[in-house]
Structure formats: structure tokens, C-alpha cells
């Protein structure tokens, strides 16, 4: 069975600050995707990054960047300069090769301070 | 198309009550989902449908629950005879079969059993 871990429960930084929320999975798909959400206070789940798990080539969006390691079954997520908007909850979820079922860490709160 | 939408958004009931939401997904997906949500946890996975068939319930999923999609379309979850326990965010998604780049999320049904 799959399962995702986030072991941050809660972060907190300043504003402009770097910060890296951390996700592990498990897995037994040769073929499977993972995947970053944001859930802001409204509750919606709002897509961030799918990588595919032949593709370990690190990828940066603005100010965000991931890093994907099969070697340590990795995927974490990197916030540069950080900002008040990004306070949310994130979390990392997998896709197996049967792609219906999404399979969820319990999310990491970030909260961003002025 | 607005995405998927979720009826009500908040929804406060007495134990022992039945509620049922509603999920309208985006029109030309064909698979759509159930996730609950509880209180500083990830989404879990309830149902999924494709078409009007449902294919799979997860445990999670007592007889109390009940799902359905008429014709393909909309799709609305029943809860039987609720319990304070039931209490969570109700999630809705959708997507093209076989489409890897995950699903579209709704905004949630948040059910508060008192």
C-alpha cells in the first residue's frame, strides 16, 4: 500500500525567509506520480507540481522549486523568500499507476509572519 | 466552466439526522471522487465513480454512506443516521480516466455534527 509522510506538522517563518516542507513516500508502483497541493483557510485544494516517477529532474516555478530523489524516496518542496500569502496547509499526496486514487500525507501548516 | 462545485458549503445538522451533498463536476470529466477530511489530517479516500458506475468504496465508507451519480453527471453522498464522528470536510473531484495529472478539487462540504 502506498503511504506518504510528512513529518512536519507545523512551520513557522518570517517573512522573506527560505523554507523547505519535507515529504517521504512508500510505494509499491514502478509507474506513479506525486504531487504538491495548497489548502489555504477557504479549504479548497489548489494544484501545485505533479512529477512523474521517471522524472527526477528538480524543477523551479517562481518562487517555488522541487526536489524529487527516488534514491530516498523523496520529494520536498522549497519556498525562496517566502511571503504572508503562502500561509497555508500543503500537502504531498501520490498517484499510482492505476491513477484513481490519491493517497495523502497529513499536510504541513505553514504559517508566514509579517 | 467553473470547476467543481459543492453544495451546501457548510452544512450543521443533530446526530441521528440524514444529510445529503451535492457535487457538480466539470462537465466533460468523467470519473468523479469522495474524500473526507477530518480535522489535521489529509484527504482520504471515500468512492470514485466512472460514468454512473461506482467502482470503488473504500472501508472508510460504513452503510450509513451511500453514493451515487445518475446519468454520469452530478453525484451526491448521503449520510444515514449521523454521528458526531462524521464530522469533517467532504471533498469532491474530478478527472479524465486515465489522466495523471490528478484531479480538479472542490471547495468542500463542511459537515459539523452536534
Known amino acids: 500500500a502506498q503511504k506518504v509522510t510528512q513529518a512536519q506538522t507545523e512551520i513557522s517563518v518570517v517573512e522573506k525567509e527560505d523554507v523547505t516542507l519535507d515529504c517521504v513516500y512508500e510505494?509499491?508502483?514502478?509507474?506513479?506520480?506525486l504531487f504538491w497541493y495548497k489548502q489555504p483557510p477557504s479549504g479548497e485544494l489548489v494544484f501545485l507540481i505533479r512529477r512523474n516517477s521517471f522524472d527526477e529532474q528538480n524543477e523551479i516555478s517562481g518562487r517555488y522549486s522541487w526536489n524529487f530523489q527516488k534514491s530516498t524516496s523523496s520529494f520536498n518542496f522549497t519556498i525562496t523568500a517566502s511571503q504572508v500569502v503562502d500561509s497555508a496547509v500543503y500537502f504531498c499526496a501520490h498517484l499510482g499507476g492505476s491513477n484513481y486514487k490519491l493517497t495523502f500525507g497529513k499536510g504541513t501548516l505553514l504559517t508566514v509572519n509579517p | 466552466d467553473t470547476g467543481v462545485s459543492q453544495n451546501p458549503r457548510h452544512k450543521i445538522t443533530k446526530r441521528g439526522q440524514n444529510v445529503t451533498f451535492r457535487c457538480d463536476p466539470i462537465s466533460e470529466h468523467n470519473r468523479l471522487y469522495w474524500y473526507r477530511q477530518t480535522l489535521g489530517q489529509g484527504p482520504e479516500f471515500l468512492t470514485y465513480f466512472q460514468n454512473e458506475a461506482q467502482l470503488e468504496k473504500s472501508r472508510l465508507l460504513s452503510d450509513r454512506f451511500s453514493a451515487e451519480r445518475p446519468k454520469g453527471s452530478f453525484s451526491t453522498l448521503e449520510i444515514q443516521r449521523t454521528e458526531q464522528g462524521d464530522s469533517a470536510m467532504y471533498l469532491c473531484?474530478?478527472?479524465?480516466?486515465?489522466?495523471?495529472?490528478?484531479?480538479?478539487f472542490g471547495s468542500g462540504t463542511r459537515l459539523t455534527v452536534v
Open positions: 510505494t509499491r508502483d514502478t509507474t506513479y506520480y
Open positions: 473531484a474530478s478527472s479524465l480516466a486515465g489522466n495523471s495529472y490528478g484531479y480538479t
